[in-house]
């Protein structure tokens, strides 16, 4: 095996990876969680292959049985023949970088089933970039073939507003009785929803917690789309079909709406690459005109937002004496 | 060191077989945790193929397996089931409680460290580091080289 | 009923005290308090301040009176001694015949078996990797098997515990065993000492079979029909131990234990079942610590509260109820791999502390059995160590020896706070079923845990030969006694046999009446696990199909 080259090598696991073989799937995310130059080599590499599986991606707070459903909805999807991938993230210490991944465990169902793969995921404090690499393991579960990729994260902050907005459907798991049902809600959880669930729906308080999430939906405009609502019991699997329909009505159903997800997604991925170059490139300026323009932000001269827009322009870094006529003209 | 090198450690700590005390192998989850690493947590009554299929899709480097009572005689069945899905780079380790006439068995089908009930959470800790490295390093199946 | 100070017209007390005071002060100059387990901090000395004997009649008690502080009866130990029960099982049925019929014969009247590891698990012996199986338990998945295992066992007159979760199929096995030799079913005592599912899902998912809401159903049906049919038989026995082992403190354990008590009653008076009728059949089953003094307290103030729980709380009338009886086990927990003789001294003072707190019968551990199965030399010291704590300390000649302590009876007072306070946060999280639902006792019990450990890593927490005293040596694991091969091998072939040769159609119906009884809300679906194995349906096939009705047990597993 060391007699290949590195160049075969790839080539290998690129072949493997579109057989779909498990151990191949497993390399392709161990070298996109590592990042760096041969996870975007890779990246870049199975592009012309992805666009074929659905995203589906579930959040909400902990306790809300979230894991519980997701075991239900994979059983319901293996029920029609479809092959699953779940990524689980869990949060890793800020402190040591560590992780127990405990996510796997309630899919106790699934343990043996080559139909699906499960891959537990530590968030590693990079919350930045740990949606990029969320993106691009999907984008290797989809070249190997699988139908759905469900994407689980807990909790309903920012971080995980990001990582569910990898996958095409977001669905927000809420339960009655989890203390504060509207704190869930906050953190633009609400704005990305595609689905939102009400699991345990047994319980006495569940048709409270319908009605206040149905009022705080008919707040959004009018363009945002209709959000269903869906009861669910997971543990008993009441209401897991209803889910699956919802999902995949709401999947592309045409090649043309497939291409415009494609398109979508890229765009976004292109935007947040930029935005992290533009956010690298800003923090590590340190020249003159550079600092006489923050002085101007200080002194209330210029915007915070005249800056960022003059900063992020093409030629802000080529011609310092351009710059500087630029940040004089926004100034007047 | 390659960013793939620069990775956490991953290690499953699990209980194949019957028994099913677990407090000592959440224990040691908290350690390895605590010492940076990713550790895949599993109930008790793992599957000989359950556990090839979370080590194949997980791509875990060390595996500890908690024995407290007769678990441990089905180690070396296990062993054989990781060389046959080409998954011999994987180092496995067992804590608990093994009679030390039957240790003998467990080293010689590849186990690479019996540790006791009172093991001190260091020592536990250090092996398990210097053994992911040779897990690592020791890979030689057909993607153990993609990174540049 | 719980004072900090009792104000004592005694001249020259508070002198005396002062002097006492300032001299122990000076001797002791930098002192760090003491607390126990449950966190209650112990003072150097106690005395008539801590407690003079004006609530004797209201909080203690003679024994066999409201609210039973001293003992639940009137002669406790002095008229009839603990229950000596030792656990055993091993390999083939008849294994465990040949050593239950020496222990009877020694003159044990009480038996316990402990199935195979593969039983707990639910499954039969044809499913399991042959290694694995009787290395820790006795493998019995028939009737026949149970009929082999107690050949020769008087079962009329033996009181047997069956360490047996959901669905209690070895109960039933033995039942159709009773019938099978013309025993009335109302001769047939013991206890269905693992039926506490609650514990089990929070504690020791060794036990852990159907779903919780499966497992609330089939005890309820469980105790419903030994009520009617098995009237002698303790269906319930609520179970402690699994928490302290897991790192409860004895406080904590006692507050869990008496909530799951509670929440068992409220459950079948909800089901209609009549209150005193349910109670009387309660046993409790207790972890015992080395930690002897607030064990001692501990017993005591479970005692006094559930008096009151059971009378106050749950209206039950018949005084019997008020009684709780409990079984202890000396902790495994407490025990060491280092130096393995110095347990037999931790047993026995687990011992002398659980027959000082008034039990009605005990296990004593192996010196060995944190890390073996007993064996017969080592089972026979732990028996031992019972005797002489009975013959030549004479442990059973006072009731309640320890009662008027001003110390035991502060501690009693303290640990009754701490115990009616976890009580009351159990109240507030809706019950024992819902707090355990929800992960909060897994939660608590997970802190004591750590912080136990962490005092033990510190050294703050001396264990002898682990911390401390400690010697250089090479921790042996002695040789395990595995079943005999061969015997395995030819039991589970019999098995395989008799599954062939058995009416399938009888099998088929049976468990089409056991899933129909488990779809439905009036019929009773331990009576028909016991109609199904008197047909020859399986422990495994038993399990399997409640499983699928009514919910596999998963165990919350918090990470």
Same mark, same amino acid.
């Given at each position: 095996m060391?007699?290949m080259t590195?160049?075969?090598?790839?080539?290998?696991?690129?072949?493997?990876?579109?057989?779909?073989?498990?151990k191949?799937?497993?390399?392709?995310? =161990?070298?996109m969680?590592?990042?760096?130059?041969?996870?975007?080599?890779?990246?870049?590499?199975?592009?012309?292959?992805?666009?074929?599986?659905?995203?589906?991606?579930?959040?909400g707070?902990p306790?809300? @049985?979230?894991?519980?459903?997701?075991?239900?909805?994979?059983?319901e999807?293996?029920k029609?023949?479809?092959?699953?991938?779940?990524?689980a993230?869990?949060p890793?210490?800020?402190?040591?970088g560590?992780a127990?991944?405990?996510?796997?465990?309630?899919?106790?169902?699934h343990t043996?089933?080559?139909?699906?793969?499960?891959?537990?995921?530590?968030?590693?404090?990079?919350?930045?970039?740990?949606?990029?690499?969320?993106?691009?393991?999907v984008d290797?579960?989809?070249?190997?073939?699988?139908?759905?990729i469900?994407?689980?994260?807990?909790?309903a902050?920012?971080?995980?507003?990001?990582?569910?907005?990898?996958?095409?459907?977001?669905v927000?798991?809420?339960?009655?009785?989890? @203390?504060?049902?509207?704190?869930?809600?906050?953190?633009?959880?609400?704005?990305?929803?595609?689905?939102?669930?009400?699991?345990?729906?047994?319980?006495p308080?569940?048709?409270?917690?319908?009605?206040?999430?149905?009022?705080?939906?008919?707040?959004?405009?009018?363009?945002?789309?209709?959000?269903p609502v869906i009861e669910t019991?997971?543990s008993?699997?009441? @209401?897991?079909?209803?889910?699956?329909e919802?999902?995949?009505?709401?999947?592309?159903? =045409?090649?043309?709406?497939r291409?415009?997800?494609?398109?979508a997604?890229?765009?976004?991925?292109?935007?947040?690459?930029?935005?992290?170059?533009?956010?690298?490139?800003?923090?590590?300026?340190?020249?003159?005109?550079f600092?006489?323009?923050?002085?101007?932000?200080?002194?209330?001269?210029?915007?915070?937002?005249g800056?960022?827009?003059?900063?992020?322009?093409?030629?802000?870094?080529?011609?310092?004496?351009?710059?500087?006529?630029?940040?004089?003209?926004?100034?007047? | 060191?390659?960013n793939?090198?620069?990775r956490?450690?991953?290690?499953?700590?699990?209980?194949i077989?019957?028994d099913?005390h677990?407090?000592?192998?959440?224990?040691v989850?908290?350690?390895?945790?605590?010492?940076?690493?990713?550790?895949i947590?599993?109930p008790?009554?793992?599957?000989i193929?359950?556990? #090839?299929?979370?080590?194949?899709?997980e791509?875990?480097?060390?595996?500890?397996?908690?024995?407290?009572?007769?678990?441990?005689?089905? #180690?070396?069945?296990?062993m054989?089931?990781?060389r046959?899905?080409?998954?011999?780079?994987?180092?496995?380790?067992?804590?608990?409680?093994?009679?030390?006439e039957?240790?003998g068995?467990?080293?010689?089908a590849?186990?690479?460290?019996?540790?006791?009930?009172?093991?001190?959470?260091?020592?536990?800790?250090?092996?398990?580091?210097?053994?992911?490295?040779?897990?690592?390093?020791?890979r030689?199946?057909?993607?153990?080289?993609?990174?540049? | 009923?719980?004072?900090?100070?009792?104000?004592?017209?005694?001249?020259?007390f508070?002198?005396?005290?002062?002097?006492w005071?300032?001299?122990?002060?000076?001797?002791m100059?930098?002192?760090?308090?003491?607390?126990?387990?449950?966190?209650?901090e112990i003072?150097?000395l106690?005395?008539?301040?801590?407690?003079?004997?004006e609530?004797?009649?209201?909080?203690?008690?003679?024994?066999?009176q409201?609210?039973?502080?001293?003992?639940?009866?009137?002669?406790?130990?002095?008229?009839?001694?603990?229950?000596?029960?030792?656990?055993?099982?091993?390999?083939?049925?008849?294994?465990?015949?040949?050593?239950v019929?020496?222990?009877?014969?020694?003159?044990?009247?009480?038996?316990?078996?402990?199935?195979?590891?593969?039983?707990?698990?639910?499954?039969?012996?044809?499913?399991?990797?042959p290694?694995?199986?009787g290395?820790c338990?006795?493998?019995?998945?028939?009737t026949d098997?149970?009929?082999?295992a107690?050949?020769g066992?008087?079962?009329?007159?033996?009181?047997?515990?069956m360490n047996?979760?959901?669905?209690?199929?070895?109960?039933?096995f033995?039942?159709? $065993?009773?019938?099978?030799?013309?025993?009335?079913?109302?001769s047939?005592?013991?206890?269905?000492?693992?039926?506490?599912?609650?514990?089990?899902?929070?504690?020791?998912?060794?036990?852990?079979r159907?779903?919780?809401?499966?497992?609330r159903?089939?005890?309820?049906?469980?105790?419903?029909?030994?009520?009617?049919? $098995?009237?002698?038989?303790?269906?319930?026995?609520?179970?402690? !131990?699994?928490? !302290?082992?897991?790192?409860?403190?004895?406080?904590?354990?006692?507050?869990?234990?008496?909530?799951?008590?509670?929440?068992?009653?409220?459950?079948? %008076?909800?089901?209609?079942?009549?209150?005193?009728? $349910?109670?009387?059949?309660?046993?409790?089953?207790?972890?015992?610590?080395?930690?002897l003094?607030?064990?001692?307290?501990?017993?005591r103030?479970?005692?006094?509260?559930?008096?009151?729980?059971?009378?106050?709380?749950l209206?039950?009338?018949d005084?019997?109820?008020?009684?709780?009886k409990f079984?202890?086990?000396?902790?495994?927990?407490?025990?060491?791999?280092?130096?393995?003789l110095?347990?037999?001294?931790?047993?026995s003072?687990?011992?002398?502390?659980?027959?000082?707190s008034?039990?009605?019968?005990?296990?004593?551990?192996?010196?060995?059995e944190?890390?073996?199965?007993?064996?017969?030399?080592?089972?026979?010291?732990?028996?031992?160590?019972?005797?002489?704590?009975?013959?030549?300390?004479?442990?059973?000649d006072?009731?309640?020896?320890?009662?008027?302590?001003?110390y035991?009876?502060?501690?009693?007072?303290?640990?009754?706070?701490?115990?009616?306070g976890v009580?009351?946060?159990?109240?507030?999280?809706?019950?024992?079923?819902?707090?355990?639902e929800?992960?909060?006792?897994?939660?608590?019990?997970?802190?004591?845990?750590?912080?136990?450990?962490?005092?033990?890593?510190?050294?703050?927490?001396? %264990?002898?030969?682990?911390n401390?005293?400690?010697?250089?040596?090479?921790?042996?694991?002695?040789?395990?006694?595995?079943?005999d091969?061969?015997?395995?091998?030819?039991? $589970?072939?019999?098995?395989k046999?008799?599954?062939?040769?058995?009416s399938?159609?009888?099998?088929?119906?049976?468990l089409?009446?056991?899933?129909?009884?488990?779809?439905?809300?009036?019929?009773?679906?331990?009576?028909?696990?016991?109609?199904?194995?008197?047909?020859?349906?399986?422990?495994?096939?038993?399990?399997?199909c409640?499983r699928?009705?009514?919910?596999?047990?998963?165990?919350?597993?918090?990470?």
């Open positions: 060391t007699g590195k160049r075969a090598m790839h080539a290998l696991l690129l072949q493997r990876l579109r057989a779909g073989d498990p191949a799937m497993a390399r392709a995310i =161990t070298i969680e590592a990042g760096g130059p041969a996870a975007a080599d890779l990246h870049r590499a199975l592009q012309p292959s992805t666009g074929r599986a659905l995203a589906v991606g579930f959040t707070p306790g809300a @049985g979230k894991s519980t459903l997701i075991d239900a909805f994979v059983a999807l293996r029609r023949e479809r092959t699953v991938a779940v990524a993230v869990d890793s210490s800020p402190l040591s560590g127990v991944l405990g996510d796997r465990i309630r899919m106790g169902r043996e089933d080559p139909g699906v793969f499960i891959r537990s995921i530590g968030s590693r404090g990079h919350l930045g970039g740990l949606n990029a690499s969320i993106q691009h393991i290797v579960l989809d070249v190997a073939g699988r139908d759905v469900v994407i689980e994260t807990v909790g902050g920012q971080s995980e507003v990001e990582i569910v907005e990898v996958a095409d459907i977001r927000v798991v809420n339960a009655p009785g989890l @203390g504060d049902d509207v704190q869930a809600i906050k953190a633009g959880i609400l704005e990305i929803a595609s689905i939102l669930v009400v699991n345990k729906a047994d319980l308080l569940a048709a409270r917690t319908v009605r206040q999430l149905r009022s705080m939906l008919s707040l959004r405009r009018e363009s945002e789309g209709n959000v019991v997971a008993s699997g009441r @209401g897991v079909a209803e889910l699956l919802a999902v995949l009505n709401l999947a592309p159903q =045409t090649p043309e709406e291409l415009a997800r494609r398109r997604r890229v765009r976004r991925l292109v935007a947040e690459a930029a935005a992290a170059e533009v956010r690298r490139r800003i923090m590590e300026r340190n020249d003159e005109p600092q006489v323009a923050l002085s101007r932000v200080e002194a209330g001269q210029l915007s915070v937002e800056a960022a827009r003059v900063f992020a322009a093409p030629d802000s870094d080529h011609d310092p004496a351009q710059f500087q006529q630029t940040i004089i003209r926004k100034r007047q | 060191m390659t793939v090198d620069a956490p450690l991953r290690v499953l700590v699990t209980k077989g019957l099913g677990d407090r000592g192998s959440r224990i989850a908290a350690y390895l945790r605590d010492a940076g690493m990713e550790v947590y599993t008790p009554w793992q599957t193929s359950g556990v #090839v299929k979370l080590v194949t899709e791509d875990v480097d060390i595996i500890g397996v908690s024995s407290l009572a007769t678990d441990h005689l089905i #180690v070396p069945k296990m054989d089931a990781l046959e899905a080409g998954l011999e780079h994987v180092r496995v380790i067992v804590g608990g409680i093994v009679p030390d039957e240790k068995a467990l080293l010689a590849g186990v690479s460290r019996i540790f006791g009930p009172g093991a001190a959470r260091d020592e536990i800790v250090d092996f398990v580091t210097s053994l992911g490295r040779q897990s690592r390093s020791g030689i199946d057909e993607f153990s080289e993609v990174i540049p | 009923m719980t004072e900090i100070a009792i104000q004592l017209p005694l001249p020259g508070e002198q005396a005290q002062g002097e005071r300032s001299q122990y002060s000076r001797q100059r930098d002192e760090t308090p003491i607390r126990n387990r449950s966190g209650i003072q150097p106690y005395s008539p301040r801590d407690w003079s004997g609530r004797y009649l209201d909080d203690l008690g003679f024994p066999g409201f609210p039973f502080t001293r003992g639940i009866y009137p002669s406790m130990h002095r008229g009839r001694t603990w229950t000596q029960r030792q656990l055993i099982g091993l390999g083939t049925p008849e294994d465990y015949n040949k050593r019929r020496r222990i009877i014969e020694a003159g044990a009247t009480a038996i316990s078996l402990l199935p195979c590891c593969s039983g707990f698990r639910g499954i039969d012996c044809d499913e399991v990797d290694v694995l199986l290395t338990g006795t493998v019995i998945n028939t098997h149970m009929d082999r107690l050949d066992v008087p079962i009329g007159e033996i009181s047997t515990a047996d979760p959901s669905p209690f199929t070895l109960l039933a033995t039942l159709g $065993v009773a019938r099978r030799r013309g025993i009335d079913w109302r047939v005592t013991g206890t269905s000492n693992q039926s506490d599912y609650i514990s089990h899902f929070i504690a020791n998912h060794q036990f852990y159907l779903s919780l809401p499966g497992s159903r089939v005890l309820l049906d469980h105790i419903d029909f030994c009520r009617r049919h $098995v009237p002698n038989w303790n269906p319930v026995s609520v179970v402690g !131990q699994h928490m !302290q082992q897991a790192g409860a403190t004895p406080a904590e354990t006692m507050g869990f234990t008496l909530s799951t008590a509670i929440q068992y009653a409220e459950d079948c %008076i909800a089901r209609g079942m009549d209150v005193d009728d $349910v109670l009387r059949r309660f046993t409790f089953f207790f972890d015992i610590s080395i930690s003094f607030e064990e001692v307290a501990k017993f103030a479970g005692r006094r509260i559930w008096a009151r729980i059971a009378r106050d709380r209206g039950a009338k005084p019997a109820c008020w009684r709780f079984h202890g086990q000396t902790s495994g927990v407490d025990l060491t791999q280092q130096q393995p110095n347990n037999i001294a931790r047993v003072i687990q011992a002398m502390a659980g027959i000082l008034g039990l009605q019968s005990l296990h004593t551990d192996a010196y060995d944190a890390i073996a199965c007993p064996s017969e030399e080592t089972a026979r010291i732990a028996v031992a160590t019972q005797n002489i704590l009975r013959e030549e300390a004479r442990l059973c006072v009731i309640d020896p320890l009662g008027g302590s001003y035991i009876e502060r501690l009693t007072d303290q640990m009754e706070a701490e115990i009616e009580i009351a946060k159990i109240d507030a999280a809706g019950g024992m079923y819902k707090a355990a929800a992960g909060l006792v897994q939660t608590m019990i997970g802190e004591s845990a750590l912080a136990f450990q962490e005092q033990v890593d510190s050294g703050e927490r001396k %264990i002898v030969g682990v401390c005293y400690r010697i250089e040596e090479d921790p042996t694991v002695p040789p395990a006694d595995r079943p091969a061969e015997a395995m091998h030819r039991h $589970v072939e019999g098995f046999a008799f599954k062939r040769e058995r399938q159609n009888q099998v088929a119906r049976a089409d009446a056991l899933a129909r009884a488990a779809n439905s809300t009036d019929e009773n679906t331990f009576e028909k696990v016991v109609e199904a194995v008197e047909v020859g349906v399986t422990h495994g096939e038993v399990v399997g409640l699928r009705e009514l919910g596999f047990g998963h165990p919350l597993i918090l990470a």
